[in-house]
């Protein structure tokens, strides 16, 4: 199987979400999509976590509402992680090069000699430091402190659009899929030739689908397709 991931409808191929960093070090965060059990909520705290380096426990999701985000495409097309998830890591990117900015200024004053690089600042469990000087450190929290008290804005939005994607429904040319997924799956199937009684002896199945933000959910997601074919 090949599957293609993006909406053939080139317009819908767009996300943006609000990101918001508080003085206690917590963020939180508005999309588009919408969680219906398939895990995009917990796929887009675990985004934001990681950009920021700190816990998952610390991002919050707020339910999707238009009064936060403007003009959403449909969660669906199996693009909404890549649509809403980019567009708050762009979010993101951001406040955090402007923390980056507070932090060099910061680290510069603690050391003589060490002038202000936003290229050496790292963050780095729930810490953020200089790489020039890595035992002086400080919390995430505290830099969002330093950045409020500079007057720093830390509210950001972002916005993705899905590249290199075109397609023409009348000349039915183009290319409307960004990537795909691949997948195949092959069943061990007995059938009894008098009763007509079918027995699902095995199943293998493997889905190639690069690097998984989240490789729980993914495969759930996948055992739960494959289960709904056995049953379909």
Same mark, same amino acid.
């Given at each position: 199987m090949k599957f293609g991931i993006s909406f053939t409808t080139t317009f819908l191929n767009q996300g943006n979400a609000l990101v918001n960093v508080y003085r206690d070090g917590t963020v939180q965060v508005s999309t588009g999509g919408t969680e219906m059990g398939q895990g995009l909520n917990t796929k887009i705290r675990q985004l934001v976590a990681?950009? @920021?380096? +700190?816990? !998952?426990?610390d991002v919050k999701l707020m339910i999707t509402s238009t009064e936060k985000n403007n003009n959403t495409p449909p969660t669906a097309a199996s693009?909404? $992680?890549?649509?809403? %998830? +980019?567009?708050? #890591?762009?979010a993101c990117q951001k406040i955090r090069s402007k923390l980056c900015a507070v932090a060099s200024k910061y680290f510069a004053t603690q050391k003589r000699g060490l002038?202000?690089? #936003?290229?050496?600042i790292c963050f780095e469990d729930n810490s953020v430091f200089d790489e020039r000087n890595q035992k002086n450190k400080i919390s995430f929290r505290k830099l969002v402190q330093l950045a409020f008290m500079?007057? #720093?804005?830390? %509210?950001?939005?972002? @916005? !993705?659009? $899905?590249?290199? +994607?075109?397609f023409n429904r009348d000349t039915e040319k183009g290319e409307p899929f960004f990537y795909y997924t691949m997948g195949a799956s092959v069943s061990e199937v007995l059938i009894d030739r008098f009763t007509g009684q079918l027995n699902l002896e095995r199943s293998d199945l493997l889905i190639d689908i690069g690097e998984s933000i989240n490789p729980g959910i993914d495969r759930g997601q996948i055992i739960g397709g494959l289960f709904k074919e056995w049953d379909g």
């Open positions: 990681d950009e @920021f380096a +700190i816990s !998952y426990q693009a909404s $992680t890549d649509l809403n %998830g +980019i567009a708050a #890591v762009n002038k202000p690089s #936003v290229k050496q500079e007057r #720093v804005s830390m %509210g950001e939005r972002g @916005f !993705y659009q $899905t590249p290199e +994607i075109h």
